[in-house]
């Protein structure tokens, strides 16, 4: 198969390939987050998002806090949105004078807490997932062990 890319006048790229998450694959992150997060003994919310932050899939374990909600989809689109692990974020931003993490964080959605990991594959953004329900070491540990799934996803 040929494939044909649109390019500018000055030869740059106009259409960017990548990867989606299915329905399919975000079923798969939900349920391995859930099982570690039954495993660690705790009682998470997880959410699942597209690379510009819109919900994909979204799981609230019987018996989560309902604070967790909004967090695990916090979590999610500021993984998705920054391309890094949320909990990594406060250490890069925190070169930056303080007045910018104080303003990022006052953002609707975005949060320095771990547990919100980007979902990549070859390079791509593809997604972000979060979990709140534990601890931050817990949510942590939820969120990328699901993660990890799609390093391990066909092509």
């Known amino acids: ?27 798969r992150l939900l349920e391995v987050a859930v099982g570690k997060a039954e495993e660690l003994g705790i009682k998470a919310t997880v959410a699942v998002v597209d690379p510009s932050g819109r919900l994909i899939a979204f799981l609230k374990m019987a ?14 689109i500021t993984a998705a949105g920054m391309g890094m692990d949320t909990v990594k974020l406060e250490a890069l931003l925190g070169a930056e004078p303080s007045r910018v993490l104080e303003g990022l964080t006052k953002s609707e959605d975005f949060t320095v807490i771990g547990g919100g990991i ?3 594959r070859d390079s791509h953004v593809i997604g972000g997932i979060g979990v709140s329900g ?22």
Do not use: H
Not at 4 to 24: A, C, F, H, S, W
Not at 63 to 76: E, I, M, N, Q, T
């Open 1 to 27: 198969m040929v494939e044909r890319i649109m390019v500018d006048g000055n030869q740059k790229p106009l259409v960017q390939l990548g990867y989606m998450l299915t329905e399919t694959a975000a079923l």
């Open 63 to 76: 018996g989560s806090f309902l604070v967790s909600s909004g967090l695990a989809r916090k979590k999610a």
């Open 118 to 120: 980007p979902l990549v």
């Open 134 to 155: 534990g601890s931050e070491e817990q949510d942590i540990k939820c969120a990328k062990e699901a993660a990890q799934l799609i390093c391990t996803l066909n092509p």
